[in-house]
């Protein structure tokens, strides 16, 4: 039996053309013309030749480029979660000196990866096989603020279940039990997560959470200015209400300071990211904190050692959040 490594020259030998010919079919590059590309193909196939992805990589000469994929939505270049990875990237990138391309999908258009040598996906809403389809093409990949438990791929993410179970063991301590919830968009881990550990602690303390009190927002203030309006509008209107991002708090606080509610003597209510405008409203918000900045850099961080090969690393971290008290939640009015 023959073990010997099939190589790039043999492949170019078989096919009778030059090494940079079967370099260009192998990285699809279109100026090879078509009877040149077929020899090559053929050659490929009988030689059962496998391309040294690390190699294409340095070939092309990307392996200092990084690509994020974030998934589009509402408001996203105002959002403190897009704007504080793409600093936490930005940052990193800049002390590597990598460079970073950047790429916002709808989850079904094609991702092309060639042109760099490793892939951060901000989370994973509606896009699954993109990162799928990279993990296939053996691209280094990461993936922030979501927990990827059946694929091969590494990833940093913030314990959502425990972020909500916190929200809602605070207000129950505050004697709180019309507790309502504005949910992220629930397609996405983090906003389904959070309302799992939310709904938990409010069934264990058996506090009732009526359909009513849950709005099913998408992180965004539109729907917190919605949602607020319903809220107020109910005859029994909550105590308390966790808004599952920072935006959406805020919203819900300029919504009461314009209908006259108090806050937090009439209405309590809970952010969640830490964003610095939750520390300069005309109330301090209390929020949960998620390290983002954090998740960013360190997934960079990480990527570029498995893009240089220096080691194999195996990254599945999941990282807690914590309560930040400040003057938006208070006891539960008499």
């Known amino acids: 039996m023959n073990n010997k490594k099939i190589s790039i020259e043999d492949v170019a030998r078989r096919a009778n053309v030059s090494i940079t010919t079967v370099s260009r079919v192998i990285n699809n590059v279109l100026t090879v ?7 090559v193909e053929e050659a490929v196939a009988f030689l059962k030749f496998k391309p040294n992805v690390s190699a294409q990589r340095l070939a092309r000469g990307v392996n200092n480029s990084i690509g994020l994929v974030m998934p589009g939505y509402p408001g996203i270049f105002h ?41 951060i996906f901000a989370d994973v809403i509606e896009n699954r096989k993109q990162v799928e389809a990279a993990v296939a093409a053996q691209t280094p990949c990461m993936v922030i603020n979501n927990k ?52 938990k602690v409010l069934k264990a303390k058996n506090i009732d959470l009526p359909k009513e009190y849950i709005y099913e927002g998408d992180f965004s203030r539109r729907c917190a200015r919605l949602a607020a309006e319903e809220f107020l509008a109910l005859k029994n209107r909550p105590t308390a209400i ?13 919504v009461m300071n314009e209908r006259e509610v108090k806050v937090p003597q009439e209405i309590s209510i809970m952010g969640f990211d830490d964003n610095p405008a939750c520390l300069f409203s005309a109330i301090a918000v209390t929020t949960i904190r998620q390290p983002l900045f954090k998740m960013a ?29 400040r003057e938006s939640c208070g006891p539960c009015p008499q």
């Open 297 to 325: 850099e360190e997934a960079v961080r990480v990527l570029q050692s498995i893009m240089s090969g220096k080691q194999k690393i195996q990254c599945k971290k999941i990282l807690p959040p914590v309560l930040v008290v």
């Open 79 to 119: 959002s403190y979660y897009a704007i504080e990875l793409i600093r936490g990237i930005g940052h990193a990138c800049e002390s590597l000196r990598l460079d970073m391309v950047f790429h916002i999908t709808n989850g079904f258009n094609p991702l092309n990866t060639n042109n760099v040598g490793g892939v």
């Open 33 to 39: 013309s078509d009877k040149n590309r077929a020899k």
């Open 242 to 254: 966790f808004a599952c991002s920072d935006d959406m708090a805020l919203e819900m606080i300029s």
């Open 148 to 199: 990827v438990a059946d694929l091969d791929v590494n990833y940093i993410a913030v314990d959502n279940v425990l972020g909500g179970e916190i929200a809602a063991d605070y207000f129950v301590s505050l004697k709180h039990k019309r507790i309502a919830i504005v949910t992220g968009n629930l397609n996405t881990q983090s906003g389904y997560e959070r309302l799992k550990g939310f709904k």
